[in-house]
Nanobody
Framework: QVQLVESGGGLVQTGGSLRLSCAAS????????MGWYRQAPGKQRELVTT???????NYADSVKGRFTISRDNAKNTVYLQMNSLKPEDTAVYFC??????????WGQGTQVTVSS
């Protein structure tokens, strides 16, 4: 199994930046893709971005050009660099690791709040 721990959330003003980290441990070599999701109050959890084993990335339209997913394989860590933050980015951000469709893992979440 895989354990994920997120960090880096906080309170920022509109236009500010934040970098989230997701440290993975356990059966690291079984992971085929990782990503970031977010969930705002009253809303469904939504996909923000993903990165595959081969390095392909995907971004939600709402964050394209502002957010960047990256990884440091030596540290078993995935990052989410968030720039030009907007109030609508306010949510709990969750790290996700996919082994296959029937086996995935979630971190505990980290709160990101963007003030007007």
């Amino acid at each position: 199994q895989v354990q994920l721990v997120e960090s880096g959330g906080g309170l920022v003003q509109t236009g500010g930046s934040l970098r989230l980290s997701c440290a993975a441990s356990g059966s690291i070599f079984s992971i085929n893709a990782m990503g970031w999701y977010r969930q705002a109050p009253g809303k469904q959890r939504e996909l923000v971005t993903t990165i595959t084993r081969g390095g392909s990335t995907n971004y939600a339209d709402s964050v394209k050009g502002r957010f960047t997913i990256s990884r440091d394989n030596a540290k078993n860590t995935v990052y989410l660099q968030m720039n030009s933050l907007k109030p609508e980015d306010t949510a709990v951000y969750f790290c996700n690791a996919v082994v296959h469709v029937l086996e995935n893992y979630w971190g505990q979440g980290t709160q990101v709040t963007v003030s007007s």
